[in-house]
């Protein structure tokens, strides 16, 4: 750990550099805090190796003179600061899981992206996880955000879809304004529409309040909770075990 701690520090923490090139003021404080503590501990258990002044600190019983109080203290400092440098290096083990070392800045300030990133359906997986729309039955579409609602492109025009009609994926449905923003919606998947459920333009309609009744093309399977949970707690289980 001292000698890991001792090659971020000499990193530059100058605020002018690229992220790769510096270390941010708040990480810069707890190494330093970290290289005072083992520099204390180093003086006062003497001349020993890292493993050995790993494994002293492990022990329960007090050691090198210290009190019981005193040598708990030390114990979870160094334990505490072994545990931060394990969760650092979680960093680079799930950038290279999920291919994020793949993205690379060229010589000429280009970007090479990998194909995978181009695909749509990739695209609209990651769309539902980093912004995921409002909590819906899978026979039922809701509003994306509050604001007024409105069924057509302008006064006069055609509404976007009708009871009964079928849409597609990527579809407009309806409009929805917002401070003078009038954002218009596309269709998440394909579908029926069964019944619209806001009867006027100029309706006030609240995030998530469902807006038609559909019948999807696919059959959407909802993921058993207990399911998703034990995942991420495998997931997690698998990272720990490799920096342990």
Known sequence: MIGDTYNLLHMDAGADLPAAHRIWEQDETVLRDGMAFYAAVQERVGDLSWPEVDELLKAKKPAKGFDSKQWQQVREAH????????LYSL??????KVGFFDLRVNDDLTLTIPERLFDRDHQAKMKRVLVPPPVNKADEIVSVSG???YAQEAPGMPCFIEEGQHFEIGDPLYIVEVMKMFNKVYAPFAGTVDEILVETDGTIVSKGQPLF????????VEEDPAEVKARIESNTEQYLTAVA
């Open 213 to 220: 009744k559909v019948t999807p093309d696919e059959k959407f």
């Open 91 to 96: 960093l680079p083990l799930i950038g290279d």
């Open 79 to 86: 334990l505490g600061f072994q545990l931060g440098i394990e």
């Open 147 to 149: 604001g007024m609602y």
